[in-house]
């Protein structure tokens, strides 16, 4: 049974083929448009995963949306009338959107899906999931357990803003939930607006701007604002908040409590967002350690499967995980909407058609969430000659001792290997390479390459086997989703003066062996690179290990601020033209800047809307 699963018209529409239940392709539709959390239907990803399965439209059996557009709508409604005659501005502009476009949803998907179609009608396939269920599906069926409890956080679906499934074999049971307008998510985008972020793409800047701050806001917030139970539940004061139906997300009432307006984005950063993101970062992490303890206390199963928005605050996650609650946690690599997509087909192959799972005992069903588009040699060399890049060819091991000699010299590698990431982490296939052991290096790929706030941490990868040498983390970390603090053998003591720093001034200290990788409170997010899923990466830091005795990279996307990772050989060159990047390896390509024609540089600086 071959099913096609969609997200769309939120933000990151993605799609995701699965065949007799296993994964075949996934991608985001922003990595082929170029267009940041694009929210259009998804036409080019579903081409993509129709070209990965040598598929027609007409040979998939089943497209499931993942989510019910009419629930949706009728929350809307009701919280309209709930709250009339406040919120009519945003009453006025969305009735007309949804009344245009969004109540027809089903039929505009059967004639977009029809326009993909050699047959030209896709009807009779289309069949709808739930939200949240999406959500549970795509933690759950993927991952290596046969039972477990299974955790969604995020803004909205329909109604459900938290929930709480029971997955065993091939079934999963909703058996809690808290609804619209209380919502973790929202609460953490509130503070993302208010401190002067984009809501849906900041989020990752708050948290890595929260260990800059003290959180001396958090019982302000738990007092006024947040209502929060011993078992996790929560409620929120609507009175602080004009998401539900305004057209911001704070209300006067929440910045006459924190004492002033929501920052301008672009503006110096104080202290005082420092200790705003500290804040709600600890109130977030007090949620989710509540709801996992209560979880696992009235379950009494050891597995966790996290998915939603919320599971990508991989601090948090790094806190649940260090609890104890549960024995096991495994995380949806595309924990946010576009990891819906896959969600949809899954619930629908293992719920709605009660077809078993496959578990192999040992890894997730993911690949490594490898899922994307990859191009043969033959491919690359003609696409870059096309471009005008100029390159030479090296094979193994000459390749990675390049690579080596690059990044030894300080040098930003750019690494385009094999089929493309699913989800917002670049794990490797997709990423900008750099030494750890580098003091500079963190300032350097901040400023002169991905052009974005110097305060922004980055994500060391790792070689599984070494992980606990570097790291206080017992267990693999495959998707860039666990927080774990740099082993005390590993770090540099303070000096005095050094302690007494506050804020941005902790930034350029070096803390540990690895200080690229290390942020201001000795944390880093932690990939662990596994021979299994990515024997191209391993050995490329198996070579830097030989080389210089430690097994870690600097790893974050091949991207610049604002900009989707890169998708084609194409793309990764036009953004090394447009940045600081000296060396780019795609698959057997080498590419310096030194070689490049000046003419084909670009101006990336201010090419994308900021993210």
Same mark, same amino acid.
């Given at each position: 049974?071959?099913?096609?699963?969609?997200?769309?018209?939120?933000?990151?529409?993605?799609?995701?083929?699965?065949?007799?239940?296993?994964?075949?392709?996934?991608?985001?539709?922003?990595?082929?448009?170029?267009?940041?959390?694009?929210?259009?239907?998804?036409?080019?990803?579903?081409?993509?995963?129709?070209?990965?399965?040598?598929?027609?439209?007409?040979?998939?059996?089943?497209?499931?949306?993942?989510?019910?557009?009419?629930?949706?709508?009728?929350?809307?409604?009701?919280?309209?009338?709930?709250?009339?005659?406040?919120?009519?501005?945003?009453?006025?502009?969305?009735?007309?959107?949804?009344?245009?476009?969004?109540?027809?949803?089903?039929?505009?998907?059967?004639?977009?899906?029809?326009?993909?179609?050699?047959?030209?009608?896709?009807?009779?396939?289309?069949?709808?999931?739930?939200?949240?269920?999406?959500?549970?599906?795509?933690?759950?069926?993927?991952?290596?357990?046969?039972?477990?409890?299974?955790?969604?956080?995020?803004?909205?679906?329909?109604?459900?803003?938290?929930?709480?499934?029971?997955?065993?074999?091939?079934?999963?049971?909703?058996?809690?939930?808290?609804?619209?307008?209380? %919502?973790?998510? +929202?609460?953490? $985008?509130? #503070?993302? @607006?208010? /401190? =002067?972020?984009?809501?849906? &793409?900041?989020?990752?800047?708050?948290?890595?701007?929260?260990?800059?701050?003290?959180?001396?806001?958090?019982?302000?917030?738990?007092?006024?604002?947040?209502?929060?139970?011993?078992?996790? %539940?929560?409620? +929120?004061?609507? $009175?602080? #908040?004009? @998401?539900? /139906? =305004?057209?911001?997300?704070? &209300?006067?009432?929440?910045?006459?409590?924190?004492?002033?307006?929501?920052?301008?984005?672009?503006?110096?950063?104080?202290?005082?967002?420092?200790?705003?993101?500290?804040?709600?970062?600890?109130?977030?992490?007090?949620?989710?350690?509540?709801?996992?303890?209560?979880?696992?206390?009235?379950?009494?199963?050891?597995?966790?499967?996290?998915?939603?928005?919320?599971?990508?605050?991989?601090?948090?996650?790094?806190?649940?995980?260090?609890?104890?609650?549960?024995?096991?946690?495994?995380?949806?690599?595309?924990?946010?909407?576009?990891?819906?997509?896959?969600?949809?087909?899954?619930?629908?192959?293992?719920?709605?058609?009660?077809?078993?799972?496959?578990?192999?005992?040992?890894?997730?069903?993911?690949?490594?969430?490898?899922?994307?588009?990859?191009?043969?040699?033959?491919?690359?060399?003609?696409?870059?000659?096309?471009?005008?890049?100029?390159?030479?060819?090296?094979?193994?091991?000459?390749?990675?001792?390049?690579?080596?000699?690059?990044?030894?010299?300080?040098?930003?590698?750019?690494?385009?290997?094999?089929?493309?990431?699913?989800?917002?982490?670049?794990?490797?296939?997709?990423?900008?390479?750099?030494?750890?052991?580098?003091?500079?290096?963190?300032?350097?790929?901040?400023?002169?390459?991905?052009?974005?706030?110097?305060?922004?941490?980055?994500?060391?990868?790792?070689?599984?086997?070494?992980?606990?040498?570097?790291?206080?983390?017992?267990?693999?970390?495959?998707?860039?989703?666990?927080?774990?603090?740099?082993?005390?053998?590993?770090?540099?003591?303070?000096?005095?003066?050094?302690?007494?720093?506050?804020?941005?001034?902790?930034?350029?200290?070096?803390?540990?062996?690895?200080?690229?990788?290390?942020?201001?409170?000795?944390?880093?997010?932690?990939?662990?690179?596994?021979?299994?899923?990515?024997?191209?990466?391993?050995?490329?830091?198996?070579?830097?290990?030989?080389?210089?005795?430690?097994?870690?990279?600097?790893?974050?996307?091949?991207?610049?601020?604002?900009?989707?990772?890169?998708?084609?050989?194409?793309?990764?060159?036009?953004?090394?033209?447009?940045?600081?990047?000296?060396?780019?390896?795609?698959?057997?390509?080498?590419?310096?800047?030194?070689?490049?024609?000046?003419?084909?540089?670009?101006?990336?600086?201010?090419?994308?809307?900021?993210?």
């Amino acid at each position: 049974m071959r099913i096609l699963g969609l997200s769309a018209f939120y933000h990151d529409s993605a799609a995701a083929l699965i065949e007799d239940g296993r994964v075949v392709a996934a991608a985001q539709e922003e990595r082929f448009t170029r267009k940041r959390h694009d929210a259009g239907f998804p036409q080019e990803a579903i081409k993509y995963c129709l070209q990965a399965g040598a598929l027609s439209l007409d040979d998939v059996d089943h497209v499931v949306f993942f989510e019910k557009p009419l629930v949706k709508f009728e929350r809307l409604l009701e919280t309209y009338l709930a709250n009339a005659p406040r919120g009519f501005s945003s009453f006025k502009m969305a009735i007309p959107v949804w009344i245009k476009e969004k109540l027809f949803q089903k039929a505009n998907l059967e004639k977009a899906l029809g326009t993909l179609a050699p047959s030209g009608s896709a009807a009779g396939k289309l069949l709808f999931a739930e939200h949240h269920q999406s959500h549970a599906a795509s933690a759950f069926f993927p991952s290596p357990f046969e039972e477990a409890v299974v955790l969604t956080m995020d803004g909205v679906g329909e109604w459900a803003t938290t929930s709480v499934a029971i997955g065993r074999g091939n079934t999963l049971e909703t058996v809690r939930e808290i609804h619209f307008p209380h %919502s973790l998510g +929202l609460l953490y $985008s509130a #503070f993302t @607006y208010y /401190t =002067g972020f984009k809501v849906n &793409s900041g989020e990752y800047k708050v948290m890595g701007l929260a260990p800059y701050g003290e959180p001396r806001y958090a019982q302000l917030i738990l007092d006024k604002i947040v209502d929060l139970k011993e078992d996790g %539940s929560f409620w +929120l004061d609507q $009175s602080y #908040f004009n @998401y539900a /139906t =305004g057209l911001t997300m704070t &209300s006067q009432k929440f910045h006459d409590l924190f004492g002033a307006a929501p920052r301008t984005s672009e503006t110096l950063l104080t202290q005082r967002e420092m200790d705003l993101a500290a804040s709600v970062q600890k109130v977030t992490e007090e949620v989710m350690l509540r709801l996992s303890r209560s979880l696992a206390k009235t379950y009494g199963i050891e597995n966790l499967c996290l998915a939603g928005g919320v599971a990508l605050n991989c601090v948090g996650n790094g806190k649940v995980l260090r609890d104890g609650s549960f024995k096991n946690i495994w995380i949806q690599p595309a924990a946010g909407d576009a990891g819906g997509s896959l969600g949809a087909a899954l619930a629908a192959y293992h719920v709605q058609f009660d077809r078993p799972r496959q578990l192999n005992g040992a890894l997730d069903a993911m690949q490594g969430s490898y899922l994307g588009p990859e191009f043969s040699q033959a491919e690359i060399e003609q696409r870059l000659a096309a471009a005008g890049a100029k390159f030479s060819v090296a094979g193994t091991p000459e390749l990675f001792e390049r690579a080596c000699d690059a990044l030894e010299a300080g040098c930003a590698v750019g690494w385009f290997q094999g089929r493309m990431e699913f989800g917002p982490r670049a794990l490797g296939a997709r990423s900008i390479l750099g030494d750890p052991r580098n003091p500079q290096m963190q300032k350097n790929l901040n400023l002169k390459i991905k052009y974005r706030e110097s305060f922004r941490p980055f994500a060391p990868s790792i070689l599984a086997e070494d992980v606990a040498d570097y790291f206080e983390l017992g267990v693999n970390s495959p998707y860039m989703l666990l927080v774990a603090d740099v082993k005390e053998g590993r770090r540099r003591s303070m000096t005095s003066d050094e302690e007494r720093l506050f804020g941005i001034e902790k930034l350029n200290v070096t803390r540990s062996e690895i200080p690229a990788v290390t942020h201001v409170d000795y944390s880093a997010r932690v990939q662990t690179v596994h021979e299994e899923t990515n024997p191209r990466y391993h050995a490329l830091l198996s070579a830097f290990k030989r080389r210089t005795g430690c097994p870690v990279l600097v790893n974050t996307s091949f991207n610049v601020r604002g900009e989707p990772i890169v998708c084609t050989p194409e793309d990764a060159f036009r953004c090394f033209m447009g940045t600081e990047m000296e060396t780019l390896i795609i698959g057997d390509c080498v590419l310096a800047k030194s070689d490049q024609d000046p003419a084909l540089a670009k101006d990336y600086k201010d090419k994308f809307e900021l993210d």
